[in-house]
């Protein structure tokens, strides 16, 4: 049963005007790092043609993490226990300095990764894992300690794929702004308040981001924002498959977030059918070739935005539909990627791009 009550327990004006406040103090952070002006250089592999500030993101973590402090003093219905609670804090600092220093001394694809694991153990050896399942057809599903494995997977890949898709103004931001909306809203109807609130800590968190950010660029986010934001977002992800009464809800995440990690996949694929490095940096990803074969970089960001929004829609459908239909459900983004993958397949045909 799913806890439409839920949204009595909430205090949502209280709620709304904590994301504001986190909105309008990460738009001062952000304006500082606009000033302190650290330099993202043009290169062949970005999209930007002139010296641009980054690490804008630092505005994002800032906001999020004095969300967090004051929710872990203050929180009563949102709380999770300590050892919880204490992890995500952790592994969240942990990832914003890793990803800092990463934007600071441009690490390599190896190093940042290992990195990212010292920050993922943190919330893993804090006892959030996923090993429980309840699977259509089957029920409910234990799968023990291969859940550990499984879990680091799961961070890894989200984070850096949030880090690959931060290529055009406003495309990272905007996705995480609307995934965090949406899934708090899910998260409340069912009763999962940690991350209603946390959700809705990182959404005031990007809110103040954009406006810098979108649809002209004044800062980037840098990996210090691309990399938290995707760490955050598997880490609530991870959290949502502890629904109980949600069928299929660790896909949650992942269907909101379809149009970034369609993108990735399909671009790993082809590269590794192409014999080409994949730890190189390359222009090639879907967003990239459409934006290179002449679509406004504006309308590839709206698009994403659109596609979190259909994650959404079928989201709502996997959870709410019978049974039977959940799976049939859930693969409906995976059409609509396939449907625009040969989008940009014909736009670059007809643009002569042949180098992905």
Not at 21 to 29: E, K, T
Not at 57 to 71: K, S
Not at 132 to 138: A, D
Not at 170 to 199: D, N, P
Request: charged content about 10%; proline content about 4%.
């Amino acid at each position: 049963m799913i806890h439409f009550h839920g949204w009595a327990e909430l205090n949502l004006p209280r709620h709304l005007a904590l994301l504001a406040g986190l909105a309008i103090f990460s738009g001062i952070v952000v304006r500082v790092m606009v000033a302190i002006a650290v330099p993202d250089h043009p290169d062949p592999r970005k999209s930007h043609s002139q010296v641009t500030p980054k690490s804008g993101g630092v505005g994002i973590v800032a906001a999020f993490l004095l969300g967090v402090l004051v929710l872990y003093r203050y929180g009563s219905v949102s709380r999770l226990s300590n050892q919880y609670f204490l992890g995500v804090i952790g592994a969240a600092l942990l990832m914003a300095a890793v990803s800092f220093v990463d934007d600071l001394l441009d690490l390599p694809f190896l190093v940042k990764l290992a990195a990212q694991f010292v920050a993922a153990s943190a919330a893993v050896g804090s006892g959030l894992w996923m090993h429980v399942f309840l699977l259509p057809y089957f029920g409910v599903v234990d799968i023990g300690y291969l859940g550990i494995p499984l879990t680091f997977i799961f961070i890894l890949f989200i984070t850096n794929a949030m880090n690959f898709i931060d290529g055009l103004n406003g495309l990272a931001a905007g996705v995480t702004l609307l995934t965090c909306l949406i899934l708090s809203a899910i998260a409340a109807l069912y009763g999962g308040y940690f991350i209603y609130t946390a959700a809705l800590l990182l959404a005031g968190a990007a809110l103040g981001f954009l406006p810098f950010n979108f649809p002209r660029a004044r800062i980037f986010m840098g990996d210090v924002g691309s990399q938290f934001c995707g760490f955050m977002l598997a880490l609530f992800g991870i959290a949502a498959a502890r629904y109980e009464a949600a069928t299929l809800s660790f896909l949650l995440v992942p269907l909101l977030l379809s149009g970034v990690l369609f993108d990735v996949v399909f671009t790993l694929i082809r590269r590794l059918f192409a014999g080409e490095n994949i730890a190189e940096a390359h222009r090639g990803h879907l967003y990239q070739i459409a934006q290179r074969s002449g679509l406004d970089a504006i309308w590839v960001t709206l698009l994403h935005w659109g596609f979190v929004l259909i994650g959404g829609l079928t989201a709502s459908g996997f959870l709410l539909g019978p049974r039977t239909w959940k799976l049939p459900i859930a693969l409906a983004p995976l059409v609509i990627q396939f449907i625009w993958a040969g989008y940009v397949f014909r736009r670059a045909k007809f643009a002569g791009i042949e180098k992905w």
